[in-house]
């Protein structure tokens, strides 16, 4: 038998979901919307900044309580390009994406970079760009895009 | 098979939502139990991860998403899953591990995080439902245990105001416990039985809440146990079982399933006659007829007889049997598989003598916890010494 003989039923699996930010990620993206920088939390015990932050060292298990800021500068360490969408529809325009890793810090950013694909290299230096004050909400999209140094 | 001891424990608040992520709940929980047991994070070998559906957080492959705040980074990690029987089923598959040699120290993490569905758990619940056969009616998780509930009521010949006295002794219990969620120190039989009906007989302070919350245990091997702990709590028989998946071939008045479950614990911890060896108990509550239900299906309590002894005050925490000391889910609250903290860790408590103000009296030398879920015909069962 094929599709069209099988008797069939529609339904769905609904449900909307709301996420609390978190302990570190309250203050992380409180920073972004208020302050316009990136805050790591550093441990001590093992001399790691992690970037996003977190509340603990996920190497010896302390509590994190140490903020620094993360010096608006890194570099680009791994990039795609993609031409379909989160549905797999054709993007109008390709979107370049690279992961950032910021110097002194554990971790990094993956976020869009406003370039053609052609001028995103590995290694070139990119900075954060914050969308404007008051249209900023403490989400991570509160970060608009890299753009290059 | 080695011998294997609960050497720590530890919980978070249990609250309808934290602002913590379920990693940090993790996190909070591990660090407590890891200090109880005087020891660290290089210290543990592996660690299991217990969640139920990844739709109440709302990540898939929840275990994944929470390795680094259960401290699973760079060792080996695996998460198990039985429902609302992962509280009991975890600390199983870490007994396991170190019971088999693979590892002399191991982490045990549960968390739920429920609040991150909306507008409620429901939502989730409304899914584990045959799409074929019982979908089209739309059904609300409380049906299924409202016709549990009437048919154990009908076969025994149970009053409901004596399986409200289950949910007045758990949420007054619950006082006591510093995470609790929902206790009430004034709380009456009329209350549940004026409070708003659900699903007949099931009503509103009948059911314990959906709550976030996570709690973590640290096993350890006889040498470890022995070397840093002055008060280890030794798993002496573990036992779980799972019914068919069809309703409607279930004994809704007797839990079979469990009873064989109990009897795999008990042969292992060579117990023979569990209601005189067993001192203090901990079944899964999360309605308050099941407690009775699973005190019957543990052979605790002859069928039917459960709601006697609860009468009778057997099981308060100064009762001959001492139930759900802790306050249980009715009391504590309910974050599905972090309820391992108010099962098998306040048997863990209790045994060691470090319950606070929960303390039964005299000294308990043997303990049992009990969770259950899947579609709810399963079972886990842990046999625990002093």
């Known amino acids: ?149 | 098979m080695r011998k294997v001891a609960v050497i720590g424990a530890g919980m978070t608040l249990f609250r309808r939502r934290l602002l913590e992520t379920g990693k940090e709940m993790c996190f909070q929980a591990v660090q407590m139990a890891l200090e109880e047991a005087g020891l660290e994070l290089k210290d543990v070998d592996a660690v299991v991860s217990g969640s139920a559906p990844d739709a109440f957080d709302g990540v898939h492959m929840k275990g994944e998403y929470l390795l680094d705040g259960a401290g699973g980074v760079r060792k080996p990690y695996m998460r198990v899953f039985t429902g609302g029987g992962t509280a009991c089923f975890s600390p199983i598959a870490g007994w396991w591990h170190v019971a088999s040699g693979l590892a002399d120290v191991v982490l045990v993490v549960n968390e739920e995080k429920m609040s991150s569905i909306t507008p409620h758990p429901q939502y989730a619940f409304a899914n584990i439902w045959d799409p074929i056969l019982d979908r089209p009616l739309k059904p609300n998780l409380v049906w299924i245990f409202a016709m549990e509930m009437n048919r154990y009521m009908t076969v025994y010949g149970i009053e409901k105001a004596d399986i409200a006295r289950v949910a007045v002794k758990n949420k007054r219990n619950a006082v006591d416990h510093p995470a609790a969620q929902l206790a009430d120190p004034n709380i009456t039989v009329d209350d549940v039985l004026n409070s708003e009906v659900m699903a007949w007989p099931v009503q509103r302070l009948d059911i314990s809440p959906p709550s976030d919350g996570a709690s973590a245990l640290v096993l350890a091997s006889e040498d470890v146990a022995r070397q840093v702990s002055e008060t280890p709590v030794w798993i002496s028989g573990v036992g779980w079982c799972i019914d068919s998946t069809m309703w409607t071939n279930r004994d809704l008045s007797f839990p079979e399933y469990l009873a064989r479950a109990a009897q795999q614990a008990y042969g292992m911890a060579k117990i023979e006659n569990p209601r005189k060896e067993v001192d203090v108990v901990e079944p899964y509550d999360p309605f308050d007829y099941k407690e009775l239900h699973h005190l019957e299906g543990l052979l605790l309590a002859d069928k039917g007889e459960a709601p006697i002894l609860t009468r009778e005050g057997v099981t308060q925490r100064d009762g001959e049997l001492p139930t759900c000391p802790s306050g249980g889910l009715m009391g504590v609250g309910n974050p599905i598989a972090a309820t391992m903290g108010i099962k098998t860790g306040e048997i863990y408590w209790q045994l060691a003598g470090k319950a606070g103000r929960r303390q039964v009296p005299g000294s308990p030398q043997v303990g049992v916890c009990q969770a259950w879920g899947d579609l709810m015909q399963f079972s886990s069962v842990m046999v625990m010494r002093a």
């Open chain 1, 1 to 149: 038998m094929v599709g069209e003989e099988y008797r069939r039923w529609e339904g769905d699996m609904e449900a909307l979901y709301v996420y609390t930010a978190g302990v570190a990620g309250d203050r992380f993206f409180r920073e972004i919307r208020d302050n316009e920088r990136l805050m790591g939390t550093y441990c001590p015990e093992c001399d790691v900044t992690y970037l996003p932050p977190r509340l603990y060292c996920e190497t010896c298990f302390s509590e994190l309580n140490e903020w620094e800021e993360i010096p608006n500068k890194g570099r680009v360490d791994a990039i795609t390009v993609a031409y379909v969408d989160d549905k797999g529809e054709r993007l109008a325009r390709p979107k370049v994406l690279a992961m950032v890793r910021f110097l002194g810090a554990n971790g990094g950013l993956i976020h869009v970079v406003d370039l053609p694909e052609e001028d995103v290299y590995r290694g070139m230096e990119v900075e954060v760009v914050y969308l404007p004050r008051g249209l900023r909400k403490g989400s991570f999209l509160d970060i608009l895009h890299f753009k290059a140094i």
